[in-house]
T-cell receptor, first 112, second 111 residues
Framework: DTAVSQTPKYLVTQMGNDKSIKCEQNLGHDTMYWYKQDSKKFLKIMFS???????INETVPNRFSPKSPDKAHLNLHINSLELGDSAVYFC???????????FGSGTQLSVL | TQLLEQSPQFLSIQEGENLTVYCNSSSVFSSLQWYRQEPGEGPVLLVTVVTGGEVKKLKRLTFQFGDARKDSSLHITAAQPGDTGLYLC???????????FGQGTILTVHP
């Protein structure tokens, strides 16, 4: 009965490959997010969706494309992976204004 | 661009000691949140403060939001090994649901 679940937990891939990370929340929240945590533990928002509509799109390369098929799911597809994409990616959800975020356990992406 | 400076970056103390972590900015935030993250897991929300000067207590943890809503502090009394983890402050701005995170404080409490 995990609140925010993302898969896979670990992703090891070669440069140039395309990969996807999936996220699902069973909390009934309207808003979902993707955050990136770098090797120094710095967390930065990438995208935010509210009821399947994109509302925040930070300065993220076009190779990153989020997709929200419904308000309980927010997937992240990454094309042409680069070494610098290696990081931990967190999915999160919130009930509305973003004052209370619930994070998934993260996907550690390693690009070789 | 809103920035949050968190200090110290690392803190290693003995069980029973008190500690304070600071979160400072030149920008005003509509809210300030504190999260705790353990290895291999996502951050977990500890508290949200929204009013300048607000103080919230959570057992041995005391959180304060500065009067001008530009800074915050987390004070832990009589730290325990179970308090070990990464503590993150995060400021909420005007953009819906967008949080600006500090760099984090890695706390280690030795038995």
């Amino acid at each position: 009965d995990t609140a925010v679940s993302q898969t896979p937990k670990y992703l090891v891939t070669q440069m140039g490959n395309d990969k996807s990370i999936k996220c699902e929340q069973n909390l009934g929240h309207d808003t979902m997010y993707w955050y990136k945590q770098d090797s120094k533990k710095f967390l930065k928002i990438m995208f935010s969706y509210n009821n399947k509509e994109l509302i925040i799109n930070e300065t993220v390369p076009n190779r990153f494309s989020p997709k929200s098929p419904d308000k309980a799911h927010l997937n992240l597809h990454i094309n042409s992976l680069e070494l610098g994409d290696s990081a931990v990616y967190f999915c999160a959800s919130s009930p509305g204004t973003g004052l209370k975020l619930f994070f998934g356990s993260g996907t550690q992406l390693s690009v070789l | 661009t809103q920035l949050l400076e968190q200090s110290p970056q690392f803190l290693s103390i003995q069980e029973g000691e008190n500690l304070t972590v600071y979160c400072n900015s030149s920008s005003v935030f509509s809210s300030l949140q504190w999260y705790r993250q353990e290895p291999g897991e996502g951050p977990v929300l500890l508290v949200t403060v929204v009013t300048g000067g607000e103080v919230k207590k959570l057992k041995r943890l005391t959180f304060q939001f500065g009067d001008a809503r530009k800074d915050s502090s987390l004070h832990i009394t009589a730290a325990q090994p179970g308090d070990t983890g990464l503590y993150l402050c995060a400021g909420g701005g005007t953009s819906y649901g967008k949080l600006t995170f500090g760099q984090g404080t890695i706390l280690t409490v030795h038995p």
